[in-house]
């Protein structure tokens, strides 16, 4: 008599850190009040554009031609341009200094903190960035709690930077596992859903900001809400 054993197959859950984890709006919002007040219209658009100058000049940082820093005061400069915000070099030190501030006293949102106390699933993160910056914000929100050290990367740490699909590579090298037991969760689409697609891994595109991009996500949400449901129903699977 033949014998069938069945069962099912616990995924495991990658993260991007950056407005994936945490909303990175709150630490550009609290700067743009204290140095900025009177242009604090249509924020949303601004830091979109304000973090897309970031990751154009991300590969530099990458490099090592520009600090951290710099790119942090490069890209506060040229917001300021673009929305014809008046400013001075001193503002754009300040500026990121205080943005910097906010970025390391982070707090974990009690929707992903409930999440996380409450599971037993194996969780990693892949995020772009210098090491140690990525690892403080890490730490502020409480993280390493919840995710092993060995499970965090970062671009930086391995010189390949998201959209380039080798990163993925690099991190299941690492962590020495096969990429089909994970599952990408990422908010940038480009990034994020194309990047891991590309890999070969299943994504859950986090569209924290609803801008509703292109058709390489296997599952979309909009909320933290909606991504925790979603993880707890692919486990009932």
């Given at each position: 008599?033949?014998?069938?054993?069945?069962?099912?197959?616990?995924?495991?859950y990658?993260f991007?850190l950056?407005?994936?984890?945490?909303?990175?709006q709150?630490?550009?919002?609290?700067?743009?009040?204290?140095?900025?007040?009177?242009?604090?219209?249509?924020?949303?658009?601004?830091?979109a554009?304000?973090r897309?100058?970031?990751?154009?000049?991300?590969?530099?940082?990458?490099?090592?031609?520009?600090?951290?820093?710099?790119?942090?005061?490069?890209?506060?400069?040229?917001?300021?341009?673009?929305?014809?915000i008046?400013?001075?070099?001193?503002?754009?030190?300040?500026?990121?200094?205080?943005y910097?501030?906010?970025?390391?006293?982070?707090?974990?949102?009690?929707?992903?903190?409930?999440?996380?106390?409450?599971?037993?699933?194996?969780?990693?993160?892949?995020?772009?960035?210098?090491?140690?910056?990525?690892?403080?914000?890490i730490?502020?929100?409480?993280?390493e709690?919840?995710?092993?050290?060995?499970?965090?990367?970062?671009?930086?740490?391995v010189?390949?930077?998201?959209?380039?699909?080798?990163?993925?590579?690099?991190?299941?090298?690492?962590?020495?596992?096969?990429?089909?037991?994970?599952?990408?969760?990422?908010?940038?689409?480009?990034?994020?859903?194309?990047?891991?697609?590309?890999?070969?891994?299943?994504?859950?595109?986090?569209?924290?900001?609803?801008k509703?991009?292109?058709?390489?996500?296997?599952?979309?949400?909009?909320?933290?809400?909606?991504?925790?449901?979603?993880?707890?129903n692919?486990?009932?699977?």
């Open positions: 008599m033949q014998v069938f054993f069945w069962y099912t197959i616990t995924m495991k990658l991007d950056d407005d994936t984890l945490y909303n990175c709150q630490p550009f919002i609290k700067a743009m009040q204290k140095y900025f007040p009177d242009y604090c219209d249509h924020l949303d658009e601004k830091y554009y304000y897309y100058i970031g990751d154009v000049n991300f590969p530099h940082v990458l490099t090592k031609e520009m600090t951290p820093d710099e790119n942090g005061e490069s890209r506060i400069r040229e917001t300021c341009i673009k929305y014809n008046p400013y001075t070099e001193q503002m754009v030190l300040d500026f990121q200094q205080t910097k501030y906010n970025q390391y006293h982070l707090e974990l949102s009690s929707v992903f903190t409930e999440f996380f106390e409450n599971n037993s699933l194996e969780f990693g993160i892949l995020t772009n960035g210098e090491d140690k910056h990525q690892r403080r914000k730490q502020a929100l409480g993280l709690k919840y995710v092993e050290s060995d499970y965090i990367v970062t671009s930086m740490s010189g390949i930077s998201k959209p380039n699909p080798a990163i993925f590579d690099a991190y299941f090298e690492i962590i020495q596992d096969s990429k089909e037991n994970w599952i990408y969760i990422g908010d940038a689409y480009e990034n994020d859903i194309v990047c891991s697609h590309k890999a070969g891994l299943r994504n859950i595109y986090f569209d924290r900001h609803s509703k991009e292109g058709t390489k996500a296997d599952y979309t949400v909009y909320s933290e809400e909606e991504l925790v449901e979603l993880i707890q692919l486990e009932k699977e």
